[in-house]
């Protein structure tokens, strides 16, 4: 600590105190609140509005409207608000993240700012990581809100679109992450403005804030439609794996490394890539070539081949690295994704670049077709676009440099309002698995004899079973609680704090359920409260008698040591280790911890194995032993520091390369949502048509130029090709000898502008506004996600330009804008086009054109949460879009061959023209 820190304070402390004078004034006002009638105070919501229109600041409000909201909360839920709650309440206000521990009261602090920042009428999304945790708290804080005269929502993936609308309309709007992503990239595909559903993103508290804002952060949000099909393919290439054999050892350039075992491929699990080594690519292209996959002769890099590779790699990533039970599991004849965070299955998200399909080949189940991206973003660029940010957790303090450097969130620990009582033991670490699983059995054996309740944290399903198939052995009851166990899982939770409890759980991040020491009696009493055969005073008798017991019941744990933590393993993230121990202790409660480590540990194999057994080994260690040092706690601490840093590297490298298109993705939404407003579209379109043709006649007739350089021949040719425009130029110009080149362009645009009236007036000015709208949104749709997918191409190789000096980021910088400008190039080409060269009879026909261009964009969409991988290859290219040519309807989505006559007309192969970005 420095000398100036001495006598200031850190910066932490010094926020707490002047918090603290708040708290002070907050509490001056709860007197003369509790004299007030319920309608009295409910009128304050109404007075605090009007004044906020009249242009008063929150901040002004803070002090009247927490203290309103404290005495609310004392009449309608009976729970009063302590100062701690007070300060976490104004650190979210002011858009910083709280850190309070487990247990601590974060969902009853969170409705402070969220009652004072809902007055503004501009809406508070209150963000968590699943459904049920958005419905619970919806609904126990609701009535609160309710009570004061605010409206709240729940925005749930199944809604329809009124549902999510009205959701979206309400003061206050509960969901989760992902659904408030998706709906941002679905509001900017729609194809009305009545159509979109959220409003402005004003304010959002993210609850659980390092797991969505951090753990998931490293993966982008995806909306995709289908791609190609290869499914045979993929079970082709899922025997190839099996003829293959891993290396063991590698060399190194310094000498260091060498191969022990030589085989075809080599497996890295720090970055969780498999790299074929050059037996192996030879060995590879011969068994291709007897499944009939590769020519004769062929390499696997030609580029008639260059897929093969990419299934390659995807079948043997799915074999060597992926395995059922700890990364996926297989339910209902799909695979569905375990979340190696929280433990829970994500439903309904898929991996990317082929790998989900080679994992459902290698589990024999129905593989699904391949995606193409319509809209992305990542949690990053979706979170900073709220006017103000704030979250909670119980840890959030070893990440708060990341908070900082990228959401400029300023991390505050809040301290608890009563000191923690619990005991954190040292790791014990074994040199066996074995070894750890017997000695975890006797501390649990020794737990259960003396009633006291022990919750173990296991970081994969295929862990839990194994641990519970040795407790069913040692005939220890006990309740498991992993992915697979959703639906009972809050109610598992709530009754882990009974005497003798024995709880397995996969990873407590997210769990959002208290561990109240002799069981939860508030889940027991609303469950009688829920059963309709019982008359009232059955009720109360039975929830009386379940208080009484439940008092004896939290005496004998206290006397037994409180809740016991049993870590199986420590996790790649410090947090969640601090996670699974913060469960215990909670409002000062006792309890303990300790974490069981072996060798085999992952973790430990990886980054600290070798230098622990040579200890172990020198010191001649009898079985059984472990060792209980503070040097190894630390050197692990320093393993899964280095395991934090890279995957920070990973997440600000993900947001380095997407902040490009995040620009990109602003102008071409900003333009979408001009054009969903616009009511006239005449000055834009006319303006778009006049460039065109302007550009189209200085390619032929150079402006400032002599006759003898004009190519009359091949501008009317191509008029009348690509424009459906026939006009004798040469005539004109033998009729009138002093044509300028001006006066050329001036008949060209006086044709078009013509035509063009005569189509407007035809169907009327609204109905052919509305067909140019469908036109351009369709087509800017159609380009962007090309777009997205010429930019993930690009994405993938640009690492290699390091090899000629480049700097990769600059490089992409630089060809991603080119690129942006060819697409609004082709972007304003399609759409003039289209416009000059329809051919109208009816206004049912421009009606139906319009139909059909918005349907063409919602099939087949699909979600997810894609896995990123900074070293995988995508290997779709997108078709673009057939043009309307000559056609009243637009079709959507024709496969054009590389080779072929571009559908625009200009003559040239498909690949040379519009093809160049895909």
């Known amino acids: 600590m420095s000398f100036l820190t001495k006598i200031f304070g850190s910066r932490n402390q010094r926020l707490l105190k002047q918090y603290q004078k708040t708290v002070r004034e907050i509490n001056a006002l709860e007197p003369q609140l509790e004299t007030l009638s319920d309608e009295a105070l409910q009128a304050k919501t109404a007075e605090f509005k009007a004044r906020v229109a009249k242009g008063e600041t929150l901040d002004s409000l803070l002090v009247e409207a927490f203290a309103v909201c404290r005495e609310a909360s004392k009449r309608v839920l009976k ?102 992503g998706f709906d941002y990239l679905r509001d900017n595909m729609v194809f009305e403005a009545k159509d979109r559903v959220q409003r402005g993103l004003n304010f959002a508290v993210v609850d659980e804030v390092d797991s969505i804002l951090i753990d998931e952060a490293r993966t982008p949000l995806i909306i995709s439609g289908q791609a190609e099909n290869h499914t045979e393919l993929y079970y082709q290439m899922n025997e190839v794996p099996k003829l293959l054999t891993l290396q063991v050892g590698e060399e190194t350039p310094d000498g260091k490394g060498v191969v022990e075992v030589p085989g075809d491929y080599t497996k890295d699990e720090k970055t969780h890539q498999v790299l074929l080594t050059e037996a192996g690519h030879e060995k590879a292209e011969k068994i291709l070539t007897q499944m009939g996959l590769l020519p004769e002769g062929a390499s696997l890099y030609d580029p008639a081949h260059i897929t093969l590779i990419h299934h390659l790699y995807a079948a043997l990533r799915a074999q060597a690295l992926y395995f059922k039970d700890q990364h996926y599991v297989v339910q209902d004849g799909e695979i569905v994704i375990v979340d190696e965070f929280t433990g829970r299955m994500m439903t309904g998200r898929r991996w990317s670049d082929g790998l989900h399909q080679a994992v459902e080949a290698k589990e024999g189940v129905r593989i699904q077709n391949e995606n193409q991206t319509l809209a992305s973003i990542t949690f990053q660029n979706y979170f900073r676009m709220y006017g103000k940010l704030s979250g909670m957790t119980g840890t959030a303090d070893t990440e708060a440099y990341e908070f900082q450097e990228i959401y400029g969130l300023e991390t505050v620990v809040i301290p608890p309002n009563r000191p923690s009582q619990r005991k954190d033991r040292q790791d014990q670490v074994y040199k066996t698995s074995e070894e750890k699983y017997g000695a975890m059995l006797n501390d649990i054996q020794d737990c259960y004899t003396r009633g006291q309740p022990v919750l173990v944290g296991t970081t994969s399903i295929e862990n839990s079973e194994l641990l519970s198939g040795i407790l069913t052995k040692a005939k220890l009851p006990h309740n498991v609680l992993n992915a697979k166990q959703h639906a009972r899982e809050a109610e598992i939770v709530a009754q882990a704090g009974r005497p003798q409890a024995i709880t397995i759980a996969t990873n407590m991040a997210g769990r959002g359920t208290d561990i109240v020491l002799g069981g939860n009696v508030g889940k027991q009493v609303q469950m009688i409260e829920a059963n309709a055969a019982l008359s009232d005073a059955e009720k109360q008798t039975q929830s009386d008698k379940l208080r009484n017991e439940w008092q004896s019941l939290h005496d004998q744990v206290v006397a037994a040591g409180g809740l016991h933590i049993i870590g199986t393993e420590r996790h790649e993230s410090r947090r969640v280790d601090n996670q699974l121990r913060g469960r215990s202790g909670r409002q000062g409660d006792p309890g303990s911890s300790r974490f069981y480590l072996s060798l085999d540990d992952q973790l430990l194999r990886i980054f600290a194995g070798d230098r622990v057994r040579a200890i172990m080994d020198r010191l001649n260690m009898p079985q059984g032993e472990p060792i209980e040092a503070g040097m190894v706690t630390r050197s692990i601490e320093s393993a899964q520091r280095k395991v934090e840093a890279r995957n920070f590297d990973i997440r600000k490298q993900l947001l380095e390369y997407d902040d490009v298109a995040n620009d990109q993705r602003k102008v071409i939404y900003q333009q979408r949502n001009e054009l969903l407003e616009a009511h006239d579209m005449t000055e834009m379109m006319t303006s778009l048509r006049h460039g065109m043709f302007h550009d189209v006649v200085r390619t032929y007739v150079p402006e400032e130029s002599v006759e003898e350089q004009w190519d009359i021949a091949g501008l009317e040719s191509v008029l009348a090709a690509e424009w459906d425009i026939h006009l004798n130029l040469s005539k004109m110009l033998a009729d009138e000898a002093d044509l300028t080149d001006d006066d050329i362009l001036e008949r060209v645009l006086q044709v078009v502008n013509t035509n063009y009236d005569a189509k407007v007036e035809l169907v009327g000015k ?130 054009i061959g590389r080779n072929d006559p571009c559908p625009c007309g200009s003559g040239k192969k498909y690949k040379q023209c519009h093809g160049k970005l895909a």
Do not use: C
Not at 85 to 94: E, K, S, V
Not at 847 to 859: I, L, N, R, Y
């Open 766 to 895: 609204e109905s052919f506004a509305g067909f140019e709208r469908s036109v351009m949104l369709q087509s800017i749709d159609n380009h962007w996600r090309e777009h997205l997918a010429a930019l993930d191409h690009l994405r993938q190789g640009i690492h290699l330009r390091g090899y000629a000096q480049k700097n990769p980021k600059q490089e992409y910088k630089r060809e991603a804008f080119e690129l942006f400008a060819q697409m609004l190039d082709q972007i304003k080409s399609e759409v003039i086009r289209t416009v000059v060269t329809v051919r109208i009879q009816s206004r049912e026909e421009i009606e139906a054109a319009e139909q059909q261009m918005a349907q063409a964009q919602v099939e087949n969409l699909s979600y997810r949460h894609a896995d990123f991988d900074a070293n995988a290859s995508p290997e779709e290219m997108l078709a673009p879009p057939a043009l309307a040519d000559g056609e009243p309807e637009v079709t959507m989505g024709l496969k």
């Open 79 to 180: 729970m009063r608000h302590f100062d701690v709650q007070l300060i976490g309440g104004m650190t979210l206000h002011y858009g910083k993240i709280a850190e309070m521990g487990t247990g601590e009261g974060k969902t009853l602090m969170a409705t402070l700012p969220i009652y004072l920042n809902a007055l503004s009428g501009k809406g508070v999304h209150v963000v968590t990581v699943n459904d049920y945790l958005a419905q619970r708290d919806a609904e126990s804080m609701g009535k609160l809100y309710g009570w004061l005269g605010l409206t709240t929502g729940t925005n749930l993936a199944q809604l329809d679109h009124d549902a999510k609308q009205n959701a979206y309309g309400s003061d206050i709007t509960y969901g989760t992450n992902n659904e408030f």
